[in-house]
């Protein structure tokens, strides 16, 4: 079983991008390519402190050189932290632009923690409009 977030714009269900699922876990994608896996989750903010944070510590390496190993082991780790907190990255970018958490839990699939979120929530169900056999784009892994 996974976690997932499941996140539900303020404005309501106009679109089927106003339901975003978010599962809890590593992701490969923000630790060796952290600005592109941002900008493709529209996270502009993350996107812009990654590129920042990319820069600074590229500064540090060339300020403070160190053995070729020392640097290695230095960019794995970043990579490593960026990867362990790319789901927690997700989480605060949904909340500054305008979702609500609205379920937290555990489930087998994305369609199950919907299914889970509308069983616990049946006023929600009168709301959605889209197929949940099939899920919108935006229902990625972070």
């Not at 923000?30 to 510590?57: D, E, I, T």
Request: charged content about 15%; hydrophobic content about 50%.
């Amino acid at each position: 079983m996974a976690t997932y977030g499941l996140y539900i714009r303020n404005s309501g269900y106009e679109r089927p991008d106003d339901l975003i699922v978010v599962r809890d876990r590593f992701s490969l994608m923000a630790a060796l390519v952290p600005v592109l896996w941002a900008l493709w989750h529209r996270h502009w903010w993350a996107a812009l402190g990654y590129f920042v944070l990319s820069l600074l510590v590229t500064g540090l390496l060339m300020a403070f050189p160190m053995g070729a190993a020392a640097e290695t082991i230095a960019l794995l780790g970043i990579c490593i932290l960026q990867g362990l907190t790319a789901a927690d990255v997700r989480h605060w970018s949904l909340m500054q632009t305008g979702f609500n958490l609205a379920a937290w839990g555990d489930a087998p699939d994305e369609q199950a923690a919907v299914r889970s979120l509308l069983h616990d929530n049946p006023d929600l169900g009168d709301d959605m409009f889209f197929d949940l056999s099939r899920p919108p784009r935006r229902w990625l892994a972070p």
